[in-house]
């Protein structure tokens, strides 16, 4: 499992999880696609952006391997914001590639890419 060397543990102050320490020895989760509900409660949603930020800083719209990426983290922006890059696309695999979708992500996450030279 490749680790991703300087990409924000957690969201500060919060127990959201953005990476993992260790391989599952049973093998990676799956991601699965999340639905986002409008009702979900402000540090959800702070905690989305937050991710999809160091996302961006990280590897903006570069393909990347999943590596030590939290996929229950993953999973709300998987299908949508962060797609797989090549195919065929294993959603249990450590070194499965996604890609940033800048279009997509540009309408959920404006703020990022506001200040930015996105």
Known sequence: MLKH???????????FQFTLRRANPRGATPLTERERYRDRKPADRRADAAFFEALWAHFGPDPF???NLDAGRLSWLFGREVIPAIGP?????????LVIDVRVARQSFPEVFEGGSA
């Open 89 to 97: 696309f294993d959603p249990a695999d450590y070194d499965a590639t």
């Open 5 to 15: 060397r300087g990409f924000p543990g957690r969201l500060p102050g919060t127990d």
């Open 65 to 67: 391997v999943r590596g």
